[in-house]
């Protein structure tokens, strides 16, 4: 997924990329420059029914609740809406409540397996954890991340690790190689995932090979 709120870099992503969905929050929007209104409104007319995951700025559960399903009825979304939460005793009051109520849950701001462990045990149906920002304190973001992945399949669980906070293209392949089941990337990084200068020579040297020799108009 594209972690981002920028219009123009998701119009010229979706152009080409076969991303699932977006992610945002309030330091998204904040580099955006939008509101979350206009922000969410552009946004949904590029991705179509592809995954958008919002998240609430509420710290008390009745408050997040509240904000999360007003969201949905906002923005006149469906099963492609996800709401993120921050995995505090109050946001995980509100997963249950809102899975109970038929809403989609991602738990975010997430730096242990025991705060996924028990986001997915409240019914998120994605965890994500900040794989970058952990690694920043001396942790280990990627271990972090195996971690979580081997719960969710240990125990069955009905959760999918969304992993977040990239600053290099290595730790999102580190992430695939550990079960992640998806990551959200800036733009900048996804575009720099999918290149390799070997790639550009080879296609370099197929056309000039090719130049006389492909004599079927098209």
Do not use: C, W
Request: glycine share 4%; proline share 4%.
């Amino acid at each position: 997924m594209a972690d981002t709120a920028n219009i123009e870099s998701l119009t010229s992503l979706y152009d080409f990329f076969p991303l699932q969905g977006v992610t945002t929050n309030p330091t998204i929007l904040k580099q955006s420059g939008l509101p979350l209104s206009k922000a969410v409104d552009a946004i949904t007319q590029i991705i179509g029914d592809g995954m958008i995951h919002i998240q609430v700025i509420s710290e008390e559960t009745e408050d997040i609740v509240r904000e999360a399903k007003k969201y949905k009825n906002y923005f006149d979304l469906g099963d492609n809406y996800y709401t993120k939460i921050p995995v505090t005793p109050q946001g995980y009051k509100a997963m249950s409540i809102l899975k109970d109520a038929g809403i989609n849950v991602t738990a975010t701001a997430i730096f242990t397996q025991q705060q996924a462990l028990v986001a997915a045990k409240a019914g998120a149906d994605f965890v994500a954890p900040y794989v970058s920002r952990l690694d920043n304190i001396s942790s280990h973001g990627i271990d972090v991340v195996s971690d979580i992945a081997q719960n969710i399949f240990e125990y069955n669980l009905n959760s999918k690790v969304l992993a977040a906070s990239f600053k290099t293209v290595d730790q999102i392949y580190r992430v695939s190689m550990k079960r992640a089941h998806s990551a959200t990337v800036s733009p900048e990084l996804l575009r720099q995932l999918i290149n390799h200068p070997m790639t550009d020579i080879s296609v370099k040297n197929f056309v000039k090979d090719g130049a006389d020799l492909y004599d079927i108009e098209f």
